[in-house]
């Protein structure tokens, strides 16, 4: 099982970038895709998951309205589309698969396989 993230990259204020995961080695279809990020020196944090079956979609507040989360299930892939970026931004930016309730989707350990991390840089 592997979760493969790229299009990261270094983008000025405003700007937009869009992130793909794409997952392979089992069909995903009951899991929920969640998306994550790392500043340095800070602890990850929840951005956003979507429910692969359903369609289901979550994101936290200082995203929302800027990222939006969608997916193929024929490609077995998930995009985080982001537009107006901010410095506070620039992270490492993670894809996840699990299969955490609902009311849990922003809790990192309950998800099973991880992506390598893609770096997104936005310039003041």
């Known amino acids: 099982v592997q979760l493969q993230a790229s299009g990261g990259g270094l983008v000025q204020t405003g700007g937009s970038l869009r992130l793909s995961c794409a997952a392979s080695?089992?069909?995903?279809?009951?899991?929920?895709m969640g998306w994550f990020r790392q500043a340095p020196g800070k602890e990850r944090e929840y951005v956003g998951a979507?429910?692969?079956?359903?369609?289901?979609?979550q994101y936290i507040d200082s995203v929302k309205g800027r990222f939006t989360i969608s997916r193929d299930n024929a490609k077995n892939t998930v995009y985080l589309q982001m537009d107006s970026l901010k410095p506070e931004d620039t992270a490492v930016y993670f894809c996840?698969?699990?299969?955490?309730?609902?009311?849990?989707?922003?809790?990192?350990?309950?998800?099973?396989?991880w992506g390598q991390g893609t770096q997104v840089t936005v310039s003041s």
């Open positions: 996840a698969a699990g299969r955490p309730a609902y009311s849990a989707w922003d809790h990192a350990g309950l998800y099973y396989y």
């Open positions: 979507i429910k692969m079956s359903g369609g289901n979609i």
């Open positions: 080695g089992r069909s995903f279809r009951e899991y929920v």
